[in-house]
């Protein structure tokens, strides 16, 4: 098998990888491990996607190491494979649970987190645009001091870093439709389009909430940044809400406590806050439609798309 497989590779190496690309997974046995890691390479090459390889002895290794994601089984050859490997399994059908459990959730999970941190560093930008374009272009900050750093630690943190443990389908439906797993070789949940949408959501949301405040609030206008920092923190705490399939119980106390320290921080930071005014029901009313301008059409267009083209693991949930 050696001998034959070096034949093919040194003299005939494009029609052999033509062919080898044509099956849905390449077992590589009998084979020395430069072979296997260069039949890996080829794959790589070949195909310009992401490769896995799997492995449980030392012969194994260079395999391991030349794929993007190496797979070690801790076997009886011993745990050079496992040590060597991104991911370490005790029995081969361990491999089902990694990636159609663990593996799907984490690649939702990180794109969904990643676009929600950008989207949280663009919707304060946005206002701070419209705010400096309103007063001539003025060099000046809307959010300083406590309130920028609270905006991305206390005010946020807890709710968006809560979307990891988020689950849109449960452990027996991920294995009862493995077609599930395609959306992620696909790249549907972190593209050019989804980043599209997120800066957009962005866009509407930063310019709803600076331009419907200075329409509501127009004779309060030294109140703004109480006015406007308010529903942008009411609006993230609404997004992430919005965004969750499955409530879990961390997932409801990141929202609690990041609404608590913030009406907490009327109190204490008094330089930024006029209680006054802050504490009336006009300012809340006011700001409750902002905070419903800002998101509701948004959750309308997304709800709309939901029901007209479904994601593959709301279809599944039909069923």
């Known amino acids: 098998m050696e001998k034959t497989l070096q034949l093919f590779l040194d003299n005939n190496k494009d029609a052999f990888v033509e062919v080898a690309c044509k099956a849905p997974s390449v077992v590589c046995c009998r084979c020395s491990p430069t072979q296997k890691a260069e039949i890996v390479k080829l794959i790589k090459d070949y195909t310009k996607k992401q490769t896995c390889a799997i492995g449980d002895g030392g012969n194994d290794v260079s395999m391991i190491q030349a794929a993007n994601v190496g797979v070690g ?58 705010f400096s374009a ?36 449960n452990e027996e439906t991920a294995f009862d439709y493995p077609e599930l797993y395609k959306d992620l070789q696909k790249g549907r949940a972190l593209s ?49 809400a919005f965004e969750v399939h499955k409530w879990h119980l961390l997932i409801i106390l990141a929202e609690v406590f990041s609404l608590v320290v913030y009406f907490a921080s009327f109190f204490l ?26 998101c509701l059409p948004i959750y309308a267009g997304k709800l709309i ?14 069923d």
């Open 73 to 130: 089984i801790v076997g009886k050859e011993g745990k050079q494979a496992s040590l060597a490997a991104d991911f370490s399994i005790n029995q081969f059908k361990h491999l089902k649970r990694l990636i159609l459990w663990h593996g799907r959730n984490s690649y939702k999970r990180s794109a969904r987190l990643g676009q929600f941190i950008i989207h949280r560093g663009l919707i304060i930008s946005f206002i701070q645009a419209i």
């Open 192 to 240: 050019y389009k989804t980043f599209c949408v997120w800066v957009f959501q962005s866009i509407y949301q930063g310019g709803a909430i600076m331009i419907v405040s200075i329409f509501l609030f127009d004779s309060a206008m030294i109140n703004i940044v109480a006015i406007t920092f308010t529903t942008l923190i009411l609006t993230e705490i609404a997004n992430v």
């Open 305 to 318: 798309h939901r029901k007209c083209d479904p994601p593959a693991h709301q279809k599944v949930q039909f």
């Open 134 to 169: 309103i007063f001539y272009f003025a060099a000046i900050a809307i959010y300083s001091g406590w309130l920028a750093v609270g905006y991305s630690t206390l005010f946020t943190s807890a709710p968006v870093f809560s979307l990891i443990l988020d689950e849109d389908v």
């Open 269 to 294: 930071l008094k330089s930024y806050f006029d209680l006054n005014f802050i504490l009336t029901l006009d300012f809340w009313l006011k700001v409750s439609i902002i905070t419903l301008i800002s």
